[in-house]
């Protein structure tokens, strides 16, 4: 069985690539570190998917492998801040996490694989301190239903806080944060049930869906007290 990983170098992709060699998985990795990739996976690639040529030759090099699974994980944010961010960190957001995963599956024969997306509790609403993280995610989910509805295996994940590097330097309270051991296994087992809609904890989820049935200017309230505590000195 191949699986290929995208960010498989550090955090969550790291995570589940020694997770499904463990299980006697074929890892192909995709990120920047190369030494990383090395020590990880079986077969990898070195790729900076901000730049979308190098993706699309990348994804032609992988056009005659068979993947039986793909988990598009690699994604970056802006530090939290209710700035409005410069167009050039927003633009490299939504390469890396939206345009990057078009261009590398424009080539891939994907249609048997499993395709999973990883995105974000973040989609379910538009965050006041991460514009383009969310505006990215809640793309990310239209662009999975689009493939789920055209009949293709889609698994689309949603977690909350997961320590990696990626909330590491987060100075507010992050509300059900979960170890990276916990989240990779979680992951696992969704993927493996392969249902659709998994957004996950369901406590955090449920808290957010809720937020969204309040009227707008009690919402608003909540979130600009959130948006200033939520600024990185
Ligand atoms: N941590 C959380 O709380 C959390 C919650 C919900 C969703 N998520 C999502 O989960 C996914 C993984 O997040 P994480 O927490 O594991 O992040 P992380 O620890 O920062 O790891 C990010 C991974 O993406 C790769 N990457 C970043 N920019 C890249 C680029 N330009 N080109 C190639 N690879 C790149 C990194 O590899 P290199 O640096 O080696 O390139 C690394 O392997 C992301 O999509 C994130 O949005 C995370």
Known sequence: MKILITGASRGIGESLAKYYKHQGFEVYGIARDEEKLKKICDEYFVCDLSNLDEVSELSKKLSDIKFDL??????????????????????KVIDVNLLSIHALLEHINFKDSKLVFISSLASLFGAPTSLAYSASKRALNSYAESLYFAGIDVVLIMPGFIKTDMTKNHKFYMPFLMDLDDATLRIAKIIKKGKFFNPFPLKFYYLIKLCTLMPDNLKRKILKKYAKSDIVE
């Open 70 to 91: 793909i988990i598009l994980n690699a994604g970056i944010s802006t530090p939290h801040s209710s700035d409005f961010p410069p167009l050039s960190a927003f633009k």
